[in-house]
Nanobody, 130 residues
Framework: QVQLEESGGGLARPGGSLTLSCATSRRSLDMYTMGWFRQAPGKEREFVAARNWYDGSTFYSPSVRWRFTVSRDNTRNTLELQMDKLKPEDTAVYYC???????????????????????WGQGTQVTVSS
């Protein structure tokens, strides 16, 4: 079973920054595309960003592109989400997840749907407010 544990959520002001971490195993990082999703109250869970297992390429939702950065920390066996220039609309519970997909842009592109991910963490709250 793939174990995922998010941390780093909290309160930030608009324009501020937060870094989320998803603790897992080296094996999981090697074998699964690791993604970040978020869910705001009353809304569906939406894709944020992901790092493909096959080649390490990254993909971002247009709503966070140029502001968020997803990366792998090989020292700590974590998936990181660096969030900069935060906006109130970024407020949500953030989840990390693992998917077997993501080995090709054309044949098996980066998974962006909830049902393409098999394993999920418990989530961490991010609140952006002045």
């Amino acid at each position: 079973q793939v174990q995922l544990e998010e941390s780093g959520g909290g309160l930030a002001r608009p324009g501020g920054s937060l870094t989320l971490s998803c603790a897992t195993s080296r094996r999981s990082l090697d074998m699964y595309t690791m993604g970040w999703f978020r869910q705001a109250p009353g809304k569906e869970r939406e894709f944020v960003a992901a790092r493909n297992w096959y080649d390490g390429s990254t993909f971002y939702s247009p709503s966070v592109r140029w502001r968020f950065t997803v990366s792998r920390d090989n020292t700590r066996n974590t998936l990181e989400l660096q969030m900069d220039k935060l906006k109130p609309e970024d407020t949500a519970v953030y989840y990390c997840a693992a998917s077997p997909k993501g080995d090709s842009d054309s044949i098996n592109p980066t998974p962006v749907r909830v049902d393409e991910y098999d394993f999920w963490g418990q989530g961490t709250q991010v609140t952006v407010s002045s």
